[in-house]
Nanobody
Framework: QVQLVDSGGGLVQPGGSLRLSCAAS????????ISWFRQAPGKEREGVSCISTSEDFTYYADSVKGRFTISRDNAKNTVYLQMNSLKPGDTAVYYC???????????????????WGQGTQVTISS
């Protein structure tokens, strides 16, 4: 059974950091590109970052470039999202997702994903 479990969210002050984890099971993580998405209240879900199977390619939303870093450890079946210099606008539920293809120009199109984590809440507030 394919499963993605998101964790690592929490409440932090502006300027703080968090590291999210996406633990995969039921499939070979090394064969799939993985992305992080987020959804804030009243807003559409948006792509945050994507990482290719061997980390050769990474993509980031303009709003998080230079602040967030995606990485993966295929041996541990886990993908990470390191989030630094957090802003109130980063407040959202964050989800990891498994691609049905690869990280390309359309990586932020949610129709390219077949399995999703349950989400982890990230709240940035003073």
């Amino acid at each position: 059974q394919v499963q993605l479990v998101d964790s690592g969210g929490g409440l932090v002050q502006p300027g703080g950091s968090l590291r999210l984890s996406c633990a995969a099971s039921g499939f070979t993580l090394a064969r799939h590109a993985i992305s992080w998405f987020r959804q804030a209240p009243g807003k559409e879900r948006e792509g945050v970052s994507c990482i290719s199977t061997s980390e050769d390619f990474t993509y980031y939303a303009d709003s998080v470039k230079g602040r967030f870093t995606i990485s993966r450890d295929n041996a541990k079946n886990t993908v990470y999202l390191q989030m630094n210099s957090l802003k109130p606008g980063d407040t959202a539920v964050y989800y990891c997702a498994r691609t049905i293809s690869y990280c390309g120009e359309d990586w932020s199109d949610s129709s390219n994903y077949d399995h999703w984590g349950q989400g982890t809440q990230v709240t940035i507030s003073s």
